[in-house]
Each structure stands twice: as structure tokens, then as C-alpha cells.
């Protein structure tokens, strides 16, 4: 069983930077697929990163591509969630998610067994 833990959420103005950040507990975190998933009000929940259990691959919606980083800590069993140059359509509800190897669909989130109580983001314009 893991659990998952997300701090890092707040309100910033467009432009600006936030670090989200999910601490898992289990004994297999690094064999985890994380994942970070966002849901705005009124919409369905969304992919946004996902990283492999190695650290060494990553992928991003299109949408935060080069805005967005996600990375991991295994010997701290979390994961971040690195967002800059945040726009007002970042704001949502953000959720890390996690999927024990091996996994096929990275981006979807029925693949994920595992999920945090989310955290709100807040962009301002």
C-alpha cells in the first residue's frame, strides 16, 4: 500500500513559479511510475507529467512542455512537480498519482492505482 502526501500549492501571479511536492511512503517507490494529474473546475482530470521509476524519462502534456518539470528523489520517496512561467489556465486542482512497473499508458489516469488528496494552484492574472 503507498501513500501519498502533496504540499506546494498556492496562489501566484501569472508569471511566476511553484514547487509542488508528493512524499510517498511504501518500500517499492522506486519501482513506481509517478505521475502528476490536474482537474480545473468543470473539467475532467487531466495527464501533466509523468516520470519512469529510474528517473531517466519523462513526459509532458503539451501544454506544459517547457514550463514544467517533474523529477523524483527515490531516497527521499518524492516527487516534484517544478512549474514556472504559470499562465491562469494552470489553475487547478493537482494530484500525484502513482503506478508500480510495469505500466503501458503513462498519460492515462485509469493506469494509476495510487493517488494524493491533491493540492490547489492558483494562477492570478
Known amino acids: 500500500q503507498v501513500q501519498l502526501v502533496e504540499s506546494g500549492g498556492g496562489l501566484v501571479q501569472a508569471g511566476g513559479s511553484l514547487r509542488l511536492s508528493c512524499a510517498a511512503s511504501?518500500?517499492?517507490?522506486?519501482?513506481?511510475?509517478m505521475g502528476w494529474f490536474r482537474q480545473a473546475p468543470g473539467k475532467e482530470r487531466e495527464f501533466v507529467a509523468a516520470?519512469?521509476?529510474?528517473?531517466?524519462?519523462?513526459y509532458y502534456a503539451d501544454s506544459v512542455k517547457g514550463r514544467f518539470t517533474i523529477s523524483r528523489d527515490n531516497a527521499k520517496n518524492t516527487v516534484y512537480l517544478q512549474m514556472n512561467s504559470l499562465k491562469p489556465e494552470d489553475t487547478a486542482v493537482y494530484y500525484c498519482a502513482a503506478r508500480k512497473v510495469p505500466i503501458v499508458v503513462v498519460s492515462a489516469k485509469y493506469e494509476y492505482d495510487y493517488w494524493g488528496q491533491g493540492t490547489q494552484v492558483t494562477v492570478s492574472s
Open positions: 511504501g518500500r517499492t517507490f522506486s519501482s513506481y511510475v
Open positions: 516520470i519512469s521509476w529510474s528517473g531517466g524519462t519523462t
